[in-house]
């Protein structure tokens, strides 16, 4: 099977990702015009033209992967690991890398630490509204832990 092509968010894309979204979510354009406001990096992988998964890389002091996310029928096939690598690319000038995990996610947590991401005993609790896959808005608590990768500077640049 072909590998998945990782690269930012296109004005082109855009509608492309939407069509696949219910109603309501909103969630290609929103954050396609956060990246072209300069206030995150919207990266999407794409297999075979179709848009297979996503994560944003939010321009904050330490650069910080939210929204991590793979179709489920393309999970555990290096799609996850890609979107981060290409993050890890981006975030490479400012030495650091964060991601916050879900304290009900030890699947993605394993996958940052065998990515090399570190605990840094930092914990945060939040309210967030989404909407779900059937259209509706819903409101959900969450507790994310938050690790960190050292990015060495590219021995080659
Ligand atoms: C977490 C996620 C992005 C990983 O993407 P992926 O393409 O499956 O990741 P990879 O194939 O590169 O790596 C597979 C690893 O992902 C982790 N994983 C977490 N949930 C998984 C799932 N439902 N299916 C397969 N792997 C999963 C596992 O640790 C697996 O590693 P293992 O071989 O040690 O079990 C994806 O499973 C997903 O979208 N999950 C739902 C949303 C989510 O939890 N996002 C993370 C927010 S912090």
Not at 57 to 76: F, H, Y
Request: proline share 6%.
């Amino acid at each position: 099977m072909e590998d998945a092509v990782v690269r930012p968010c296109e004005a082109s894309d855009v509608d492309v990702i939407a069509a696949r979204e219910p109603e309501g979510r909103d969630y290609a354009r929103t954050t396609f015009d956060r990246q072209q406001a300069g206030r995150c990096l919207y990266l999407v992988a794409w297999l075979d033209d179709e848009p297979v998964g996503s994560g944003e890389l939010e321009w904050v002091p330490v650069p910080e992967l939210k929204n991590l996310q793979v179709i489920p029928a393309c999970r555990g096939r290096g799609i996850g690991a890609a979107l981060n690598r290409a993050a890890e690319e981006a975030a490479r000038g400012h030495g650091r890398i964060a991601i916050g995990v879900g304290s009900d996610n030890p699947g993605a947590k394993r996958l940052y630490l065998r990515l090399g991401y570190r605990p840094t005993g930092r914990t945060e609790t939040y309210t967030y509204s989404y909407v779900d896959d059937s259209g509706t808005r819903q409101s959900a608590t969450e507790t994310a832990e938050y690790l960190e990768k050292e990015l060495a500077e590219d021995p080659l640049s």
